[in-house]
């Protein structure tokens, strides 16, 4: 039978590897998205953003990519350490409001 | 970024009860959202929290059913109300607006009905 529940899709890397964590958006008016990195017990933490005029924008340690042609978004994570695993959500703001919809979310799981 | 605290950090509730969780934060802020995350899940929006003005609902969440106070600038409170074990879920509460659009949670209450 269908289970009722959400599964979170998961990655596995080794650490040092570089992650890739992917994320598709349904609002095609979104104009600013939000990756979070949430750990177990914890609330989301901000990690990066990125507007829709852009297409590219790097922080530390992280890169987010936005295609905003196949609404898709992307989290390059290099030299993933443990202490990056933890889900992955990305978050779309319609501008509207402030308010924002979540992704279902990935876990990330580093493998030492 | 806001500091953001909530209470409590979780509860067990009786099935009928209501639980009211707190969130303060550090400075003023805008606007106040609250979301639900149900385990294994990703965050719902329930409403947003304007000073002065009532909460706006997002559709499927009610007023009756999760009532929203916004006293002031730094603090909101969200009772969940009439609770049964489909409420069992984290409840978080997220400040944003003001010159920028991020947005920034806090710790969660973890709310089990039994």
């Known amino acids: 039978g269908e289970s009722v529940g959400l599964h979170l899709p998961t990655l596995s890397v080794q650490e040092g590897d570089n992650s890739i964590i992917n994320c598709a958006y349904s609002?095609?008016?979104?104009?600013?998205f939000i990756w979070y990195k949430q750990e177990s017990g914890k609330g989301p933490q901000f990690i990066i953003d990125?507007?829709?005029?852009?297409d590219k924008r790097q922080g530390q340690r992280v890169t987010v990519l936005l295609n905003k042609t196949v609404k898709h978004l992307s989290l390059q994570i290099a030299a993933t350490q443990p202490g990056d695993s933890a889900v992955y959500f990305c978050?779309?703001?319609?501008?509207?409001?402030?308010?924002?919809?979540f992704g279902t979310g990935t876990s990330l799981t580093v493998i030492p | 970024s806001a500091v953001i605290s909530q209470k409590p950090s979780r509860d067990i509730c009786q099935r009928g009860t209501s639980l009211t969780i707190q969130c303060q934060v550090d400075s003023q802020v805008t606007m106040m959202f609250w979301y639900r995350q149900q385990p294994g899940q990703s965050l719902t929006l329930i409403a947003t929290?304007?000073?002065?003005?009532?909460?706006?609902?997002e559709s499927g969440f009610v007023i009756d059913k999760f009532p929203i106070s916004r006293p002031n600038l730094t603090f909101s409170t969200l009772t969940v109300s009439n609770l049964s074990p489909e409420d069992s879920s984290i409840y978080l509460c997220?400040?944003?607006?003001?010159?920028?659009?991020?947005?920034?949670f806090g710790p969660g209450t973890r709310l089990t009905v039994t």
């Open positions: 929290a304007n000073q002065g003005s009532e909460a706006t609902y």
């Open positions: 997220s400040v944003g607006g003001g010159n920028s659009y991020e947005q920034y």
């Open positions: 609002n095609s008016a979104s104009d600013y």
């Open positions: 990125i507007r829709s005029n852009m």
């Open positions: 978050a779309e703001n319609e501008n509207t409001g402030n308010q924002f919809y």
